[in-house]
């Protein structure tokens, strides 16, 4: 996830500071894939600030000249998800030159969201996570907003002339339900996950582009 733009919410998940060299690119490298293998092990709950310090070999100091507090660096992770998934979502939806051709691509990143997170340890855990925190929210509604305006742009010059649906409404909620739908099919087996997508997936067929 491209990190969203922060405002009020900025100050606490922001990182102190930008790595500019080697080290400090490598540092911070290590920093977030010891985070990952903690989040991975005990949850975001059993995170501690000093065990990510030992589990990337720093110091606890220069874990804090990068992060204020634990809940900037499941920001960092939430950034990591966020960024893929906007970066995939404009790469794939700049090309499509029909709403059919939107549809087919729409049902393919569905599929897609679900077979990259489900194996994923991570991903989940750290969702829940940005759902108990306000200004982590407010990241969340920002990627939203983000890959509403990416997927309007593609598909509004698809629409026939004098189209009056309200595409950004439903592109809102398509954005938000796919989320919400993946996410639900991840903690069932694997069969019942396949039938919920093809239920929500026939659901946009249906709705999304019709008058």
Known sequence: MSGGKSGKAGGRLQLRKRPQQERSIQR???????????????????????????????????????????????????????????????????QITSLAAAEEQLSWAIDTAYDSFRGDPIYLPVWLSSMSDRDLQTLNVNHQQRLTQILCDAFRPLLPQGSAIDLETRVMLFVYLSGAAVRRAMIEDDATARRILDEFKASVRKTLFST
């Open 28 to 94: 911070l490298e290590a920093i977030l894939a010891a985070a990952r293998e903690l989040v991975a092990e005990k949850g975001v709950e059993g995170l501690k600030m000093t065990e990510i310090a030992a589990a990337a070999g720093i110091p606890i100091g220069s874990l804090y000249q990068f992060f204020p507090e634990r809940a900037a660096v499941i920001r960092a992770l939430h950034d990591l998800y966020t960024s893929r998934v906007e970066e995939g979502t404009r790469r794939v939806f700049s």
